[in-house]
Nanobody, 121 residues
């Protein structure tokens, strides 16, 4: 009922920048929180950034001051601008959205397919 399409991952040198995008589509009535998680090999998936419907943001301590989450509510899209990238930022990045579906009550959680970010030293 809801599809998420991510884009923007890739290979970058340390100190470089990337911008991730995640567009949601389908039977969406409204979108609550939108966020980004990442999972490095052998590690658990961790929260990177979350942005509320009102635009409030929270970040993992490891990315504060380097990453910026934003959203375009008209396009149901969330972005993650990643600057000053470090090798330890290497991971698969997943977007996550919490939505209200047009024909159902309650909130539902959806994940993107993941996009690889690799930072070389």
């Amino acid at each position: 009922q809801v599809q998420l399409v991510e884009s923007g991952g890739g290979l970058v040198q340390a100190g470089g920048s990337l911008r991730l995008s995640c567009a949601a589509s389908g039977s969406i009535f409204s979108i609550d929180a939108m966020g980004w998680f990442r999972q490095a090999p052998g590690k658990q998936r961790e929260l990177v950034a979350v942005i509320s419907s009102g635009g409030s943001t929270n970040y993992a301590d490891s990315v504060k001051g380097r990453f910026t989450a934003s959203r375009d509510n008209a396009k149901n899209t969330v972005f993650l601008q990643m600057n000053s990238l470090k090798p330890e930022d290497t991971a698969v990045y997943y977007c996550n959205v919490v939505v209200r579906i047009a024909t159902m009550t309650g909130l539902y959680n959806y994940w993107g397919q993941g996009t690889q970010v690799t930072v070389s030293s």
